[in-house]
């Protein structure tokens, strides 16, 4: 069973770090893309970032290019997302979402998502 | 960056009525389209992808169609559990985009 649990959320100032994690398991997790979506409270949502199977392969969307970094780290089957200079607009819901395969950006397994408030 | 624009934002049914969901993309995204589905508190679900095709365990009164610019998710006989919100995305082009949604909430 796939199973994907995302961790590191809270409540950070505007200009600050957060690190959130997501621990894969149930497929082989270097075999597939990864993705962080977001959604901010009674908002839509929105495509954050992406990284191929390998890692070797990064996209951002343009709100958060230069400031968010995607990586993952497949001996542990752990998705992260590094968050520096938070505003207001980046707090939200995040989730780390599986691709369905073959680098097709389409979200077949998503987590429960974790909560991050940027806020003074 | 593809716009996407869903419509209507709130459709109003009954359950065992027709659900016709519309999604316009402001560019070409070939048959690149996946709809999902969001209750309150949870994750999204992946119902169709690259405009018709179900996904695993999707029931077969989701249907998608469309290509190109203009999109439908229709919902042949709403049952209760069907009352939540839709999303579009495109995967056509970078940066990849989500449409608005539409609330499908009983009448």
């Known amino acids: 069973e796939v199973q994907l649990l995302e961790s590191g959320g809270g409540l950070v100032q505007p200009g600050g770090s957060l690190r959130l994690s997501c621990a894969a398991s149930g497929f082989t997790f270097t075999s597939y893309d990864m993705s962080w979506v977001r959604q901010a409270p009674g908002k839509g949502l929105e495509w954050v970032s992406g990284i191929s199977g390998s890692g070797a392969t990064t996209y951002y969307a343009d709100s958060v290019k230069g400031r968010f970094t995607i990586s993952r780290d497949n001996s542990k089957n752990m998705l992260y997302l590094q968050m520096n200079s938070l505003r207001a607009e980046d707090t939200a819901v995040y989730y780390c979402?599986?691709?369905?395969?073959?680098?097709?950006?389409?979200?077949?397994?998503w987590g429960q998502g974790t909560l991050v408030t940027v806020s003074s | 960056e593809i716009v996407l624009t869903q419509s209507p934002a709130t459709l109003s049914l009954s359950p065992g009525e027709r659900a016709t969901l519309s999604c316009r993309a402001s560019q070409s995204v070939s048959s690149y389209l996946a709809w999902y589905q969001q209750k309150p508190g949870q994750a999204p679900r992946l119902l169709i992808y690259?405009?018709?095709n179900r996904a695993t365990g999707i029931p077969a009164r989701f249907s998608g169609s469309g290509s190109g610019t203009d999109f439908t998710l229709t919902i042949s006989s709403l049952e209760p559990e069907d009352f939540a919100i839709y999303y579009c995305?495109?995967?056509?082009?970078?940066?990849?985009?989500f449409g608005g949604g539409t609330k499908v909430e009983i009448k």
């Open positions: 979402a599986k691709d369905l395969g073959g680098g097709w950006y389409i979200f077949d397994y």
């Open positions: 690259d405009a018709s």
């Open positions: 995305q495109q995967r056509r082009n970078w940066p990849l985009t």
